[in-house]
């Protein structure tokens, strides 16, 4: 074979070059549309090119699953939430023992590689979007259509709190008595560079209600703020 006929024999057809092309144009742009969109977000609209170009190309991204996941990684980011078990009751454990006795979902110290701690991070974040309350007060009893909402909500929540009480309970081999919903807020600027807060400050974390009616609260599992402290004033 010459080298004539080597060269023809790789040679690509011009149609199909251009089919190449316009199917990588379309997936880049079915890739950047939403984050074009996000990006040019502001408090009274959005870029009309870049909410245009979202929209059209809407069924291919939400085809693919490609339109998700920017909002967790915004300028803006919000508190992050983590899951506490405890496995027996704080009155039987002796104070030396109460560590052993908790666990926290994720766990920087525990959850290794990083891969594993992110997959943690990920469950209790759903956990958390998933919360319906236990109680709700009597002013929204009488709204059929939230108590509907609210019904289906609870089920869906106390059946991923079971499964994951279930699975704790086996991989462990203890007995989970209570998971409570933590919420860690971010410190604001002043707090960082007047205050001098750090990222792992106990002001910054929060215990988060399982009911909408106020009742009385038992002692915490761990000592954890039931609300942030005010920042120190100098």
């Known amino acids: 074979m010459t080298v004539e006929n080597k060269t023809q024999a790789n040679y690509c057809p011009a149609g199909v070059q251009i089919a190449l092309l316009l199917g990588f144009f379309v997936h880049f742009s079915g890739v950047l549309s939403e984050p074009l969109r996000f990006f040019s977000r502001s408090e009274v609209r959005t870029g009309p090119e870049f909410a245009w170009l979202a929209e059209t190309m809407k069924p291919y991204s939400q085809w693919l699953y490609i339109n998700h996941g920017y909002f967790f990684f915004a300028p803006n980011p919000g508190p992050s939430h983590l899951i506490q078990c405890a496995f027996s009751p704080p009155d039987v454990v002796e104070s030396a023992e109460k560590s052993s006795s908790l666990l926290t979902l994720p766990d920087r110290a525990e959850h290794w590689p990083r891969l594993l701690y992110h997959r943690y991070f990920m ?89 909408m009616v106020e009742e009385a609260v038992a002692p915490p599992i761990q000592e954890l703020p039931s609300r942030p402290s005010e920042p120190t004033k100098k």
């Open 123 to 211: 469950l209790s974040e759903f956990y958390t979007n998933r919360f319906a309350p236990k109680q709700v007060t009597e002013e929204l009893k009488k709204d059929t259509e939230f108590m509907q909402r609210w019904s289906f909500d609870k089920e869906l929540y106390d059946q991923l709190q079971k499964s994951m009480v279930a699975s704790l309970n086996h991989s462990r081999g203890k007995e989970i008595v209570e998971l409570r919903r933590v919420e860690r807020l971010l410190p604001d600027s002043q707090q960082v560079l007047r205050e001098g807060w750090t990222l792992n400050d106990a002001r910054l974390t929060n215990v988060l209600s399982e009911t």
